[in-house]
């Protein structure tokens, strides 16, 4: 028996090394907070982070520690009620240095339905990578691209019934079943293409509220892409297969997903890999609407990266770093996903570009 008890112990004393390694090993930085908002631990990241250590930093007020405003605050006490805050790109201003920290912090309870509740505080840095983010003033210049959009769609309507009539001729004429696989895609596409340019052009109002998964979203444009570029392409899928269903069109969120994935193969050469990355969050706030439930999805290329002059406006129409570019494949993305409520962010350093895209899951169909 006494054995027994002995190994126990020790059982317990190597589950907590090794999370001791964990947390040691993270880059993002942790902080354990007290009722009273007084930090209990910090790992090195945080102490590297907040330019402390953890004499120093354990005891202290977590709003004096890591000063981010009010917004810190106000997910604490979300915390203390059992709720998971994310604060996208926070501002944190240490007290002996000039320039500010922008931070990804999210704020989580953890036993808040015990006596002795405490706070996780994960604070992420995001400023070594260029970032941006899109926000209301871009929607405010959406009226204008709107008009540019419409004019163009209507453009690309009339030869779309020639290809397709055209591919139909040929689909007559061929009879290897494998060749035929091509003018099947050639009419689907235009088919596709030509509804939404109908959607485009026939007012937004039409557009579908249909629920969906954002995974055959991807998976379409993941075989897609695959069909048009054989050979160099990597995809990796890092699905969460939990993600709710989102409302809207199918066919424009494909549009919107496409127009990513095909700027990251242009970017590439079309070689590398690209990575699909779902994720359900909880809590999420986009435009500055909390949504309880939001789906999150990456599309992260490993190519050379956006080019820095561009980064500030590549949600803008005509904004273009390719000769034969007509900037205008981010923009619409950018509109399909706003007129779903969501919101599209981009960070990019050579060799590693991502794409997030945030769609609220509603409560109510
Ligand atoms: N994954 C990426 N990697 C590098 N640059 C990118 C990436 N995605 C977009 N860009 C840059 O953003 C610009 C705008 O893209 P887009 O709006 O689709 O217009 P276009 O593809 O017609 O240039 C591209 O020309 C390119 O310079
Ligand atoms: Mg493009």
């Known amino acids: 028996m006494h054995h027994y008890g002995a190994n126990a112990v020790q059982m317990k004393h190597t589950q907590a090394d090794a999370s001791r390694q964990v947390l040691d090993g993270l880059k993002v930085a942790v902080l354990l907070v007290g009722a009273d908002r007084r930090v209990s631990f910090m790992n090195p990241a945080a102490e590297a982070l907040l330019e402390t250590s953890t004499q120093r930093g354990c005891g202290q007020d977590v709003l004096e520690l890591a000063p981010m405003g009010m917004t810190l605050q106000g997910a604490l006490i979300a915390a203390g009620q059992g709720a998971t805050t994310t604060l996208r790109e926070a501002v944190l201003r240490l007290p002996m240095r000039a320039e500010e920290i922008t931070i990804d912090c999210t704020v989580s309870p953890l036993g808040h339905a015990s006596d002795k509740p405490f706070t996780i505080v994960e604070l992420n840095q995001v400023d070594q990578l260029a970032r941006m983010t ?6 405010e210049r959406q009226g204008a691209f709107n008009q540019v959009a419409r004019a163009l769609a209507h453009e690309i309507k009339n030869p779309l019934g020639g290809i397709r009539g055209a591919a139909q001729l040929l689909d007559g004429e061929l009879n290897d079943k494998a060749l035929r696989e091509y003018t099947r895609i050639i009419t689907h596409e235009t088919d596709r293409l030509s509804s939404l340019v109908d959607r485009l052009t026939g007012g937004y109002g039409a557009s579908e509220r249909k629920p969906f998964n954002l995974h055959s979203v991807l998976e379409h444009v993941r075989k897609l892409t695959l069909v048009e570029i054989p050979q160099g392409l990597k995809f990796e899928r890092d699905y969460d297969p939990s993600i709710p269903e989102v409302r809207g069109d199918h066919a424009q969120m494909v549009q919107a997903v496409l ?15 690209i990575r699909l990355c779902t994720r359900a969050r909880r809590q999420c706030t986009i435009h500055n609407r909390r949504h309880r439930l939001a789906v999150e999805a990456s599309i992260t290329d490993d190519g050379p990266g956006i080019d820095p002059k561009l980064m500030e406006r590549i949600f803008f129409p005509m904004v273009t770093g390719r000769d034969d570019g007509t900037g205008l494949g981010l923009a619409l993305t950018q509109e399909i996903i706003a007129r779903h409520g969501g919101l599209i962010e981009c960070a990019s350093r050579p060799g590693q570009t991502c794409f997030t895209v945030f769609l609220p899951v509603e409560d109510r169909p």
């Open 134 to 139: 899109r926000d209301t003033t871009l929607l």
């Open 259 to 273: 127009n990513i994935v095909r700027n990251a193969v242009q970017a590439m050469q079309s070689r590398g890999c």
